[in-house]
């Protein structure tokens, strides 16, 4: 990992990968990547024109930058980067690219096989594979099922609602996922979400998990 690289010739010795985490998006494309890149309030088709479509990241490689609208919260932004990065890797066709909001979410089926790559990469990016296993093993002990939620288990997943072992079983994988994303204690152990370790949203988390065959 490249970044692992450079972060141990800042820190002039070994770094845990885990401290990477959240992954800092901004570094990857300025100083790995020789990008610009840009946070703006209002961020438009067209700049000069009030009436275009509002945009959640555009791509300029001409120019090399990276911009994400300021106009979503930090977990978005940050995904919508990752995504800009994606297309900058991958993509050498995309020149000029100006990126909608995706209706309904994230990880809502994207049609073309570029942005599917791109929301892929994304996901891949800010939450590694190897790094996710290990903090959710840590966490929760081993992969987690149906079978798995009892008593104890559905108790620590009731965060802020009561919830019984049957309403846990019952539900879709990647809503049972979101549960273990927003943990914060399992077993009497405190520590931060999956969600907040990685800086992403519940939502992205979870699908992550469930992708992972973490939550089934
Ligand atoms: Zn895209």
């Known amino acids: 990992m490249r970044l692992l690289r450079l972060a ?11 401290n ?3 992954i800092d ?15 703006r309030e209002e961020l438009r088709e ?11 990241g555009k791509l300029d490689r001409e120019t090399k930058t990276i911009t994400v609208s300021g ?16 297309h900058y890797e991958m993509h050498p066709q995309l020149v000029n690219l100006h990126e909608k909001p995706i209706e309904g979410g994230q990880q809502r089926a994207v049609s073309l096989p570029i942005e599917r790559e791109a929301q892929e990469f994304a996901a891949e990016f800010l939450m590694p594979d190897k790094l996710v296993r290990e903090l959710f093993y840590e966490r929760f002990g081993r ?11 559905a108790h620590y997943l009731s965060v802020g609602r009561h919830l019984v072992p049957s309403q846990v079983r019952a539900m879709e994988p990647v809503d049972r996922a979101k ?3 927003n943990a914060t204690t399992f077993w009497g152990v405190h520590f931060p979400s999956m969600t907040e370790g990685f800086g992403v949203s519940c939502e992205a988390m ?11």
């Open 25 to 39: 998006v901004r570094i990857v494309a300025e100083q790995l990547l020789g990008l610009k890149y840009d946070e």
């Open 179 to 181: 549960l273990f994303a």
């Open 71 to 86: 106009r979503q919260s930090k977990a978005a932004r940050r995904y919508a980067g990752a995504h800009e990065i994606g």
């Open 46 to 56: 067209d700049s000069t024109d009030p009436g275009r479509r509002v945009v959640v």
């Open 206 to 216: 979870a699908y992550r998990l469930f992708e992972l065959g973490l939550v089934k």
């Open 143 to 153: 992969a987690m099922g149906p079978a798995d939620i009892d008593e104890n288990v």
């Open 8 to 18: 141990e010739e800042w820190a002039g010795g070994p770094v845990e990968p885990r």
């Open 20 to 22: 990477l985490l959240p």
